[in-house]
């Protein structure tokens, strides 16, 4: 198993940030089952203020390359994510075209 955490911003938009979770409260199943279909074995998205935390757990075998390429030949990821980006913004240090940006783990207390 691995474990991948991400981050993004919505606009800042009250409405916009309470319909953008109406969406996720119950997600397409097409959506679903492109998620699980490509490795994705668990995912969770938190929220703060107009940021956003992802945290996937995936087979040892995904590949976010396998994934962009299967969403790209799904025409309803496709769509999914055409809506979604009337929510979401970049983040400042991302570069164009670039969504959910992944961070890097700095403390592990397991490690310690």
């Not at 919505?10 to 409405?15: A, F, G, N, Q, S």
């Not at 309470?18 to 969770?44: K, L, P």
């Not at 299967?70 to 025409?75: G, K, R």
């Not at 055409?82 to 983040?91: E, G």
């Amino acid at each position: 198993m691995k474990r991948y955490t991400l981050a993004l911003d919505l606009v800042d938009d009250e409405k916009l940030i309470a319909e953008y979770e109406q969406y996720h409260e119950r997600i397409w199943t097409e959506i679903r089952d492109s998620i699980t279909s490509s490795g994705i074995t668990d995912m969770e998205i938190y929220r703060l203020g107009n940021r956003l935390f992802m945290i996937m757990e995936t087979t040892d075998d995904f590949s976010f390359e396998n994934k962009g390429k299967l969403d790209a030949e799904n025409p309803k990821v496709q769509e999914w994510e055409t809506l979604m980006w009337k929510y979401q913004q970049a983040l400042p240090m991302a570069k164009a075209g670039e969504k959910w940006l992944l961070m890097n783990k700095i403390f592990d207390l397991k490690l310690q």
